[in-house]
């Protein structure tokens, strides 16, 4: 399977006739889970390649400022500078208009809408150039990128508006309310067990979708569905792949070359193709704004043997220079990690810890690996089913310390308000966009904005 790149100087005229036609101006507001009349016909080879990749360019889109939603909006991360925006994310108090909020919605749901095209054209091309394999294959794909879409704008917003055909036309949204939380996860699921039926698995692909990406996920969906057995079984499954594994020492994944054994599901980047944001966290000094920098909380933990061991590398400098060294090739060429095999151990940790039946043995043997590769002490006591959840919640907290999964973790194990005094549950999700209010009939706001 060639990589996102080779394809990028044929998306990219794609890419910029899908930002023509889904852009916001003041006089003509248009929803974000809407493209207006006009979109590109994806018929033949050429065009649904580009299609797929200018999916891919969203993914890109959103991830970094998913990372901001996840870190600072819990205790990993605090604003520094002068940007409110970051401030209104560490006070949990956002407006309906606020940029990283409304940037990361509408991105989402351009990456839904460029899928639902995908899949209501990929069996009508007759091109001699696309073979059944690489049909499938991409066919596959597009499920898999709705459905992390859906996840992730159920997991930042609740239940959404859930629109599975392509919308050449303003007519074809009239009427859809949003779902609940919980048919929105059904949705997820049900486009994750149609990827699994086209995806391939490939031993050397790691920046595109897999049957193997499609199951880690599936793992995740369930963990969140707090529907523990499946958790498990999706999560072995995974970890069985030997494509896997836990790299040593712990910078490796994150040190060039990238694409190492440790990752499940990376979003890459070229030259051509920059990621800007190492920006967001860096000094002025390496060239950065910034914006972000680690919470005085989270570089104790990192720095503590005994609980960040080797993991102290994900932070760089000190004082006014101290910065999350996750994300600093200059050059634009950090990748954003969107599942590591590490997640599916601490999955498997917690759905046994949690299951009906606990095993406690088989869930400190999962965290342990994940310890053990850390240089961090094993843990040993298997008296307390609390104790243990807990130490896995730890884990996770230090183990993807700059990643997408901090407050998330919080909110659905309802922990935000013991842990970061978020105590109303009304801000546990995000604020729907106004603009989509206005300009939308059948959207509804979240309470409390």
């Given at each position: 399977?060639k990589t996102?790149?080779t394809f990028?100087g ?5 890419l910029f006739l ?5 852009c ?9 889970n809407a493209?207006p009349a006009?979109?590109p016909?994806?018929?033949?080879a050429?065009?649904?390649r580009?299609?797929?990749?200018g999916?891919?360019?969203e993914?890109q889109g959103?991830?970094g ?6 870190t ?7 604003a520094?500078?002068s940007?409110s925006?970051y401030?209104?994310?560490?006070q ?6 606020h940029?990283i909020?409304v940037?990361?919605?509408g991105?989402?749901?351009?990456a839904v809408?460029i899928?639902?095209t995908?899949i209501?054209?990929i069996?009508?091309?007759n091109?001699?150039?696309l073979?059944d ?6 066919l596959?794909e597009a499920?898999f990128?709705r ?18 055909r392509p919308?050449d036309n303003l007519e ?7 779902s609940?939380?919980?048919?929105t ?9 149609e990827?699994?039926?086209?995806l391939?698995d490939?031993?050397a692909?790691?920046?595109r979708?897999?049957?193997s990406t499609?199951k880690?996920l ?5 963990l969140y569905r707090?529907q523990?057995?499946d ?8 970890i069985a792949?030997?494509?896997y594994?836990l790299?040593?020492?712990?910078k490796n ?8 054994k ?10 051509n ?9 860096l000094?002025s000094?390496l060239?950065?704004?910034?914006s972000?920098?680690p919470?005085d909380k989270?570089v104790e933990?990192?720095?503590?043997p005994a609980?960040?061991g080797s993991?102290?590398v ?14 600093s090739?200059?050059?634009g060429l950090?990748p ?14 917690e759905a046994?810890?949690k299951?009906?039946t ?6 400190a043997?999962?965290?342990n690996?994940?310890r ?7 843990w040993e006591d298997?008296?307390s089913?609390?104790?243990i959840?807990?130490a896995?919640?730890e884990?996770n907290?230090v183990?993807?310390?700059?990643e997408a999964h901090?407050w998330f973790d919080l ?6 308000g013991?842990v970061?005094g978020v105590t109303n549950t009304?801000?546990?999700v995000f604020?729907?966009?106004?603009s989509?209010i206005?300009s939308d009939p ?8």
């Amino acid at each position: 399977m060639k990589t996102i790149n080779t394809f990028i100087g044929r998306a990219t005229v794609f890419l910029f006739l899908f930002a023509l036609i889904s852009c916001e101006s003041f006089l003509d507001l248009t929803p974000d889970n809407a493209i207006p009349a006009g979109n590109p016909t994806i018929s033949s080879a050429g065009t649904l390649r580009a299609a797929i990749i200018g999916a891919y360019n969203e993914l890109q889109g959103y991830n970094g400022n998913f990372v901001t939603l996840a870190t600072a909006s819990a205790d990993n991360a605090v604003a520094n500078g002068s940007v409110s925006s970051y401030f209104q994310l560490n006070q949990h108090a956002l407006p309906t208009d606020h940029s990283i909020v409304v940037s990361t919605y509408g991105s989402i749901y351009r990456a839904v809408n460029i899928t639902n095209t995908i899949i209501a054209s990929i069996q009508a091309i007759n091109d001699s150039q696309l073979s059944d394999s690489e049909r499938n294959q991409i066919l596959g794909e597009a499920y898999f990128i709705r459905a992390l879409g859906y996840f992730d704008l159920a997991r930042g917003w609740g239940g959404v508006q859930v629109q599975t055909r392509p919308t050449d036309n303003l007519e074809v949204i009239k009427g859809i309310r949003r779902s609940s939380l919980d048919e929105t996860c059904n949705q997820v699921l049900a486009d994750l067990v149609e990827a699994e039926k086209f995806l391939s698995d490939d031993a050397a692909t790691r920046n595109r979708a897999q049957k193997s990406t499609a199951k880690a996920l599936r793992a995740r969906l369930h963990l969140y569905r707090e529907q523990w057995e499946d958790a498990e079984r999706y999560a072995t499954e995974v970890i069985a792949n030997s494509k896997y594994e836990l790299v040593k020492p712990y910078k490796n994944f994150f040190t060039p070359p990238f694409l190492s054994k440790e990752s499940v599901f990376e979003l890459t980047y070229s030259l051509n193709d920059k990621n800007g944001y190492w920006s967001t966290w860096l000094p002025s000094a390496l060239g950065g704004s910034h914006s972000l920098k680690p919470s005085d909380k989270i570089v104790e933990k990192l720095n503590d043997p005994a609980v960040g061991g080797s993991r102290s590398v994900l932070t760089g400098g000190t004082g006014y220079t101290l910065h999350a060294a996750l994300y600093s090739n200059t050059t634009g060429l950090d990748p954003l990690y969107i599942i590591r095999i590490a997640e599916l151990y601490l999955i498997r940790a917690e759905a046994r810890a949690k299951k009906a039946t606990p095993d406690l043995a088989g869930a400190a043997e999962d965290l342990n690996a994940v310890r053990e590769r850390a240089d961090v002490p094993r843990w040993e006591d298997l008296t307390s089913q609390d104790k243990i959840i807990e130490a896995i919640e730890e884990e996770n907290n230090v183990e993807f310390a700059f990643e997408a999964h901090r407050w998330f973790d919080l909110v659905r194990t309802k922990r935000a308000g013991d842990v970061l005094g978020v105590t109303n549950t009304n801000f546990w999700v995000f604020p729907i966009p106004q603009s989509d209010i206005f300009s939308d009939p059948d959207v509804e706001q979240n309470p409390g904005y």
